[in-house]
């Protein structure tokens, strides 16, 4: 659990090696004293974990993964790696629920073996959870997180290790961002339901879907926000910068 501002970029299925160099200049930001109030932490593809990793070890910026497997350690499971591989590479975090894998078949059930997975391999957890459009029209939101919730979470006590990432599937790379009226009453509604399930233990929420270096003026107003999940704007790195100097200043 930290109180810094979390910046995390998730890269999705973009980069290269040469795109490594570009994120020479968030590292250097985050050295300044300035922005030790901000915690960057980079989310590549597979392909490019160790190399982040290698990149990142003299500085504040952490790496995760963008996803794991829900078994084993090990295993015959063509395509995919499993969290103690990600933590024995060095990375410190992984997304897990990411609505681009709940479609592609993540269930809440298989959601919350990753998750009890993760944790037992010393994994720090992003899990994300939100509604799509059609329960969004349908009234449905809070019903759709508290179900992803209860059994994302089944069997987990303790949250500390848990940032809890709110990404409305509409608004990722939509360009669509709910008010800030609407979105810090959202916010606050899931601070409620987490303290009152998981008795008070201090929660961590960062918001994501279209967080860009323009609207990030207003986003950064909305109350009980510990950090933003930056899908587009973070591959870029001066976006990414601005999003980060806007926020901390
Ligand atoms: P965009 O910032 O591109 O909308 O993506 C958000 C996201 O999915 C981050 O996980």
Known sequence: MTNKILFIANWKMFGDLESLKSIESVIKLTKKKTYTKAKVIYCPPFTLLSSFVNKT???KVNVGSQDCHFEKDNGPFTGSISSSMVKKIGAEYVIIGHSEKRIEGDSNEKINKKI?????????VIFCIGENLYEKNNKKTNYVIKK????GLKKIKKIDKIIFAYEPVWSIGTGKVLNNNKLEKQILYIKKYLKKKFRKQNTQIIYGGSVNNKNIDNLKQIAGINGFLIGGASQNSKK???????TII
Request: net charge positive; aromatic share 4%; glycine share 0%.
């Open 116 to 124: 009890h997975n993760a944790i037992s391999n010393n994994l720090k």
């Open 240 to 246: 990414f910068i601005d999003i980060i100097k806007k």
């Open 148 to 151: 992803q919730i209860n059994s």
């Open 57 to 59: 070890k003299k500085s």
